[in-house]
T-cell receptor
């Protein structure tokens, strides 16, 4: 079946630290991969995506590279800000299946 | 802003009552999805419509749950005879395009007492 595993949280960092949130997946076929973010009191927002192997998605200083050989899509940011505090979800979608399969989420807190 | 909207945002009900939630997708989106999210977990897929046709239902969707999308526009999700285990955030999303980029609404938080 299709599944997504994220590194367990919560993660607490200081402002300007380097961030990595690990995400690995299992999928039948060739999935599209996504990172969604949920800020406190708000709905899920698409942060970035990648649709094929070796694609790099990027947005707001965040990056993730679709690694087919390691079935991974790790989220990175070089210098985090307090405003990045949120819950981050890795997700996949297999073509034809339409639905998104989410990981359990990683809560990130950035201290000033 | 013409994003996905959901109504109500919060619903408190007693066990055994019926509840109905509404979702209005982004106007040009032909696909509409319902998910359920419990505390500390990622959203779980419930069901999916393309236009007015319900094309997939999760095994999570028991017989007490029914969803409709008349005329391929807004959608409703009804839960009959609610149970405490139904307490969750119910999310609606819509999409248009081949890479399944889904846009989410703010959710309806259901509390069953």
């Amino acid at each position: 079946g299709n599944s997504v595993t994220q590194m367990e949280g919560p993660v607490t960092l200081s402002e300007e630290a380097f961030l990595t949130i690990n995400c690995t997946y299992t999928a039948t076929g060739y999935p599209s991969l996504f990172w969604y973010v949920q800020y406190p009191g708000e709905g899920l927002q698409l942060l970035l995506k990648a649709t094929k192997a070796d694609d790099k998605g990027s947005n707001k200083g965040f990056e993730a590279t679709y690694r087919k050989e390691t079935t991974s899509f790790h989220l990175e940011k070089g210098s985090v800000q307090v405003s990045d505090s949120a819950v981050y979800f890795c997700a996949l979608s297999v073509q034809g299946a339409q639905k998104l399969v989410f990981g359990q989420g990683t809560r990130l807190t950035i201290n000033p | 802003d013409t994003g996905v909207s959901q109504d109500p945002r919060h619903k408190i009900t007693k066990r055994g009552q019926n509840v109905t939630f509404r979702c209005d997708p982004i106007s040009e989106h032909n696909r509409l999805y319902w998910y359920r999210q419990t505390l500390g977990q990622g959203p779980e897929f419930l069901t999916y419509f393309q236009n007015e046709a319900q094309l997939e239902k999760s095994r999570l969707l028991s017989d007490r749950f029914s969803a409709e999308r008349p005329k391929g526009s807004f959608s409703t999700l009804e839960i009959q005879r609610t149970e405490q285990g139904d307490s969750a955030m119910y999310l609606c999303a819509s999409s248009f395009g081949s890479y399944n980029e889904q846009f989410f609404g703010p959710g309806t938080r259901l509390t069953v007492l």
